[in-house]
């Protein structure tokens, strides 16, 4: 294909192109996708997510600056559910327009939370993997906290910026609710207003508070905090459990950071302060997101989750094939209908109209039995 050559040559018009089809469940979709599957896998994918209006773009800016700033390529994924009329494009021409267009390292994509077929964190898992294969270094997703699809969403990362700001003692429960346990480090935005280290204090605590349950991603207890300057907490050097310890080398060439010999096996999240609309704490937050990098490689992590990641895949695909394959001529000759009347009008039970679309729809002979 014309378009997937002209893409491995790094022409960025082919990459918003490719990008499109795949958004938009083009027939290609599958073809581009496995085409360009033995070139991802090498991106550091990087979430930033929090409320509405706390800082969120102004820091992917920021952190697309910096970046460059140490000669890595970016590509941003801005998950944009505040222009449901445009698409979703406003961001990205606002980068852009700043200075996207006369850097070739970094490349930005906005996409509406709605139209997507599969869902907007399969859309943006597709769009994550093209950027990824196009051989940006650092691939950041901005999206909206703290729903079901963000989460969903933070899970196609392999680090996640939980961004809040002072003073927002009902976002710090929000927080407490459900982000806390995503987040692999927190950002308290807006530092220039009141209150922003009685926000990192509350943070911190919550944060030893939790010590010991686990985080959803990091799968093990929080601890070893790469502290305020830069050192590594010692409770950081205590026994590990079910993870290979430090000294592992990085499975994918090119990307990480320098090895650390001290880097810890277990990870508790740090907080950090930054006035993104300054500039100022964002060297820090890249910092701090780097050393997570290397806590992935040294600890195992990385390799677990791609694995993981890949049986979702794998998973989701049979799923939809055979959804497809059972209910899609089932609806097409009125079958589906036809039963789920019957079942509405309690004429039927659910279980025995299931039954009889896998009995009649099923493709083979080997029908499944009852159950
Ligand atoms: N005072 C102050 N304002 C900031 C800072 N960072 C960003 N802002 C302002 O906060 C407002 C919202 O910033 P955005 O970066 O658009 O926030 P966001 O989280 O991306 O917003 P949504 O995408 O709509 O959820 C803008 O007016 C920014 O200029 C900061 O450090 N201090
Ligand atoms: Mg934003």
């Not at 950081?236 to 001290?262: C, F, I, K, N, Y």
């Not at 394959?325 to 079958?335: H, I, M, Q, R, S």
């Amino acid at each position: 294909m014309e378009l997937l050559e002209r893409f491995r040559n790094g022409d960025q018009r082919a990459l918003a192109r490719a990008i499109t089809l795949v958004e938009n469940d083009h027939p290609d979709r599958p073809l581009i996708l496995a085409d360009l599957h033995p070139l991802t896998g090498r991106a550091h994918v990087v979430g930033i997510t929090g409320a509405p209006g706390v800082g969120k773009s102004t820091l992917v800016d920021q952190l697309a600056t910096e970046a460059r700033r140490r000669g890595k390529t970016v590509g941003v994924v801005a998950v944009d559910p505040s222009s449901p009329f445009s698409g979703g494009a406003v961001l990205g021409d606002r980068i852009r327009m700043e200075r996207g267009a006369s850097d070739r390292g970094v490349f930005i994509r906005s996409l509406s939370a709605r139209g997507h077929a599969g869902g907007i964190s399969a859309a943006t898992g597709d769009v994550v993997s093209v950027l990824d294969a196009f051989g940006f270094d650092l691939v950041l997703v901005e999206t909206v906290g703290a729903g079901q699809s963000e989460v969903e969403v933070m899970r196609l990362v392999h680090t996640t910026v939980v961004v809040t700001i002072p003073g927002l003692g009902d976002d710090v429960q929000a927080i407490k609710a459900g982000i806390l346990e995503i987040g692999d480090l927190f950002v308290v935005n807006k530092a220039d207003r009141d209150g922003a280290d009685r926000t990192v204090m509350e943070l911190e605590m919550m944060l030893d508070l939790g010590e010991g349950h686990g985080g959803a991603r990091t799968g093990g207890t929080r601890a070893g905090v790469p502290g305020a300057a830069g050192r590594w907490d010692p409770r950081g050097h205590h026994g590990v459990s079910g993870v290979p310890a430090a000294g592992g080398a990085p499975e994918q060439p090119g990307t990480a950071p320098e090895q650390s010999e001290t880097a810890p096996a277990h990870w508790r999240p740090p907080v950090l302060k930054s006035v993104a609309r300054e500039g100022q704490g964002v060297a820090e937050v890249m910092d701090a997101v780097a050393s997570h990098l290397t806590y992935l490689h040294n600890s195992g992590r990385w390799q677990v989750r791609q694995r993981q990641e890949a049986e979702n895949k794998l998973r989701r695909l049979v799923a939809d094939r055979l959804l497809a394959t059972v209910l899609g001529p089932a609806e097409e000759n009125g079958d589906l209908a036809r039963l789920a009347a019957a079942v509405a009008d309690r004429e039927q039970d659910p279980f025995t109209a299931a039954r009889h679309l896998l009995r009649r729809y099923w493709p083979g002979d080997d029908k499944p039995g009852p159950k």
